[in-house]
Each structure stands twice: as C-alpha cells, then as structure tokens.
C-alpha cells in the first residue's frame, strides 16, 4: 500500500558520461514490501514529470545500512520531531524482529 512522502528523498544514479536525479517530495508516494530474502522500496512521484525509482535490500545488506545509520547519527544534530520519529520507528523495527525470534 502506497504511503504520502511526509519529508523528501534524493535518489541519484552516476554513469561515467551521464547521471540522473530525481526528488521526491511531499506530492510523492512510497511502498516497501517483503520478499524472500529482503525489502522492495520504492518512490513514486506522479503527474507531469512522472517517475519512480526503485530498490531491492537484501536482509544482510539492510542490516548493514541500518547499523551504519546507527552510527552515523550517534553524535548528530537532529531536531527533537525528526529524532521521536525516528526513535519510534527504530522502536517498532525492533519490537517486531524479537516477537519472531
């Protein structure tokens, strides 16, 4: 089920002799959905300029973002609604990872 973008997101692709870039914003969309072995994400914006960017996260691979997430905003500056947001994500994530254990 597609959910509002309720921030933004940047996604960029680089070849050697071109690159893209798309945004994301607030009149975007967005869906994550489980397979076998990870997450489908993906971004999508409609209208005029219509595009979609999407990625698959293996479970290793998704772990590994996650944990360097953790550490690249161990000492960061974040406002306090983006850190509750956060924190209450990352409290969910984990709630529902131990009830299947």
């Known amino acids: 089920m597609r ?3 309720t921030d933004g997101a940047e996604v960029s692709i680089e070849f050697p ?3 893209y870039l ?3 914003r607030r009149d975007s969309t967005f869906d994550v959905v489980r397979d076998d072995d990870g997450i489908a994400v993906k971004l999508v914006h409609s ?6 960017a999407s990625f698959h996260l293996h479970d290793y691979l ?3 973002v996650l944990s360097a ?3 690249c905003l ?3 500056e974040i406002a306090a609604p983006q850190r509750a947001a956060l924190a209450e994500a990352s409290a ?3 709630s529902i990872l131990q009830d299947h254990s």
């Open 17 to 19: 002799d071109k690159a």
């Open 69 to 71: 997430t953790a550490d």
């Open 74 to 76: 161990e000492n960061a």
């Open 47 to 52: 209208g005029e300029d219509k595009r979609v």
């Open 62 to 64: 998704l772990a590994d």
């Open 3 to 5: 959910k509002p973008i």
């Open 22 to 24: 798309g945004y994301f």
């Open 92 to 94: 969910k994530l984990t």
